[in-house]
């Protein structure tokens, strides 16, 4: 009898059958059809293959054209992406899905790239966040070591007339910007005092824009520069020797800014911004405004 089922069992194998799959369900509406259990201490849902991105990055070789489509789930990121030597696998720098891309071809000619398949919220992401700052802003002063001057930052947790916040966020705490998600931002940023221009010329002690970047909590904290802009300066030609003309030498001072960038941040990198106050006397300029908006490319 057991032969029987052993040769019943070849016949099976060996068929070719041209058919639809239905797990759970006797009536498959396409290729691959699952079902959900009716027990309720079942769990529904397909689990696709877990692998590590250092893993993947090691299989590189094995994924063609004919893997165009693949979804894995990577459960830790690459250590050191490599895309020089792993173009594959250049992108997988967080956990989550993926998708292979066979026809992606990258700058050097090869072709192929595992892309992450983002989560779509039907409103704006949390990473998100817009503001306009105005009027005669109160700004945080803190010592951080980065600067031969004081570091000034934005209130981003003030409500008030000064501040008009135009996506709000609750990744801004504690006047910071706490990064929710490890991936790719940009982020633009500019600041100017009075009317843009200081009849003084600051060129020993300039002023700046700057984002710090803090990493840590509490006394394992270590704070560093993100970006950094200097204020320009100008020293207007002095002609007062020249016959006739009798000008006067005026020394002129940009006091605003800009940072307009894309950075690689990580979960739960803060981010403070602010001014670097160099030789500006801030108690004496009550006009101060500001723009601030960062979003998650990928």
């Known amino acids: 009898m057991k032969n029987c089922y052993l040769i019943v069992a070849l016949l099976i194998m060996g068929c070719h059958i041209n058919a639809q799959v239905g797990i759970n369900t006797d009536n498959p509406k396409s290729t691959l059809h699952v079902q959900k259990r009716a027990e309720l201490t079942y769990p529904d849902g397909i689990i696709p293959p877990r692998i590590s991105g250092d893993s993947l990055r090691l299989k590189e070789a ?3 054209v004919a893997q165009n489509g693949a ?5 830790s990121p690459i250590t050191t992406p490599n895309p020089s030597d792993f173009p594959k696998t250049q992108d997988v720098i967080t956990t989550g899905f993926f998708v292979y891309d066979a026809y992606y071809t990258h700058p050097n000619s090869t072709q192929g790239v595992w892309n992450k398949v983002l989560a779509n919220d039907l409103g704006m992401s949390k ?11 109160s700004l945080v002063n803190i010592s951080i070591g980065l600067f031969s001057s004081t570091f000034n930052y934005l209130p981003l947790s003030t409500t008030g007339t000064t501040v008009t916040t135009e996506i709000a966020s609750s990744q801004i705490i504690n006047n910071e910007y706490v990064v929710p998600s490890t991936g790719i931002y ?15 010329l600051l060129a020993n002690n300039s002023p700046g824009i700057a984002i710090v970047k803090t990493v840590g ?3 394992t904290a270590v704070s560093t520069l993100l970006d950094y802009r200097v204020f320009g300066g100008v020293n207007l030609l002095d002609l007062s020797a020249v016959p006739l003309l009798n000008l006067v030498v005026i020394n002129l001072t940009l006091t605003q800014g ?4 894309i950075y690689k941040l990580n979960a739960g990198d803060r981010l403070r911004f602010g001014l670097v106050q160099g030789g500006l006397n801030l108690g004496a300029i009550s006009d101060k405004s500001a ?5 998650k490319i990928r």
């Open 62 to 64: 094995a994924y063609t």
């Open 258 to 261: 800009q940072i307009s960038h």
């Open 71 to 75: 979804i894995v789930y990577v459960t």
């Open 127 to 137: 990473a998100t966040y817009a503001a306009k700052f105005t009027g005669n802003l």
């Open 291 to 295: 723009e601030l908006s960062i979003y």
């Open 186 to 200: 940009h982020i633009d940023y500019s600041f100017r005092t009075g009317q843009g221009l200081s009849a003084q």
């Open 217 to 219: 909590t509490g006394g």
